[in-house]
Nanobody, 123 residues
Framework: QLVEFGGGLVQPGGSLRLSCAAS????????IGWFRQAPGKEREGVSC????????YYADSVKGRSTISRDNAKNTVYLQMNSLKPEDSAVYYC??????????????????WGQGTQVTVSS
């Protein structure tokens, strides 16, 4: 099971840290991704860890403003988001994948999903 925490209402330019806690399995054995879905839009990849070498990837829309990290002792993955914009508003999901192909930002590759947490950026 994956559970996300940390969403909420934030003003433009503000910051949030989202958390994704796993139970029943060890996140370190999986590729982990953060995704988001705004109303009327497809789910898109935001950031991810590849399991093979731990390398990280970011969507162009959040690059330079976001940092993905993990705490293996807490079995938790984080997404720090800074300089938030109204277009960052969406439901954010974390997901885990056993096998990843060419890109870890593709939602179709993930096996396990959290329930999502709402992020709203508005003044």
């Amino acid at each position: 099971q994956l559970v996300e925490f940390g969403g909420g209402l934030v003003q433009p330019g503000g910051s949030l840290r989202l958390s994704c806690a796993a139970s029943g399995f060890t996140l370190d054995y999986y590729a982990i991704g953060w995704f988001r879905q705004a109303p009327g839009k497809e789910r898109e990849g935001v950031s991810c860890f590849r399991r093979s070498d731990g390398s990280t990837y970011y969507a162009d829309s959040v690059k330079g403003r976001s940092t993905i990290s993990r705490d293996n002792a807490k079995n938790t993955v984080y997404l720090q988001m800074n300089s938030l914009k109204p277009e960052d508003s969406a439901v954010y999901y974390c997901a885990a994948a056993v096998f990843i192909g060419s890109s870890c930002l593709l939602p179709s590759q993930y096996d396990y999903w959290g329930q999502g947490t709402q992020v709203t950026v508005s003044s």
